[in-house]
C-alpha cells in the first residue's frame, strides 16, 4: 500500500516557477513508476508527466514538454515537479499518482494510487 501527499503548490505570476513535492509511505514506492496529473475546473484530469522507478525514462504531456521537469529520490521516498514558465493556462488542482505495473501509461484508470490533489493558480 502506498499513501501520497503532494505540497509546494500555490499562487504564481505567469512565467513564474513553482516546484511540487509527493511524499510517498510504503516500502515498495522505489519500485513503483510515478506520474503527475492535473484538473482545471470544469475539465477532465490530464495527464502531465511519468517517471519510471529508476529515474531514467520519463514522459510529458506536449503541453508541458520543455518546461516542466519531474524527478524523483526514492532514498527520500520523493516525487517532484518542478514548474517553469508557467502559463494561466496550468491553473489546475495537480495531483501525485503511482502504479503497481511497469509502463508510464498517459490515462488516469493505469494508475492504482492518488494524492489528495494540490491548487496550482497561474495570475496573468
Known amino acids: 500500500q502506498v499513501q501520497l501527499e503532494e505540497s509546494g503548490g500555490g499562487l504564481v505570476q505567469a512565467g513564474g516557477s513553482l516546484r511540487l513535492s509527493c511524499a510517498a509511505s510504503g516500502r515498495a514506492f522505489s519500485y513503483y513508476p510515478m506520474g503527475w496529473f492535473r484538473q482545471a475546473p470544469g475539465k477532465e484530469r490530464e495527464f502531465v508527466a511519468a517517471?519510471?522507478?529508476?529515474?531514467?525514462?520519463?514522459l510529458y504531456a506536449e503541453s508541458v514538454k520543455g518546461r516542466f521537469i519531474i524527478s524523483r529520490d526514492n532514498a527520500r521516498n520523493m516525487e517532484f515537479l518542478q514548474m517553469n514558465s508557467l502559463k494561466g493556462e496550468d491553473t489546475a488542482v495537480y495531483y501525485c499518482?503511482?502504479?503497481?505495473?511497469?509502463?508510464?501509461?498517459?490515462?488516469?484508470?493505469?494508475?492504482?494510487?492518488w494524492g489528495q490533489g494540490i491548487q496550482v493558480t497561474v495570475s496573468s
Open positions: 517517471i519510471d522507478w529508476s529515474g531514467l525514462s520519463t
Open positions: 499518482a503511482a502504479r503497481r505495473a511497469i509502463g508510464l501509461p498517459i490515462v488516469v484508470e493505469e494508475y492504482d494510487y
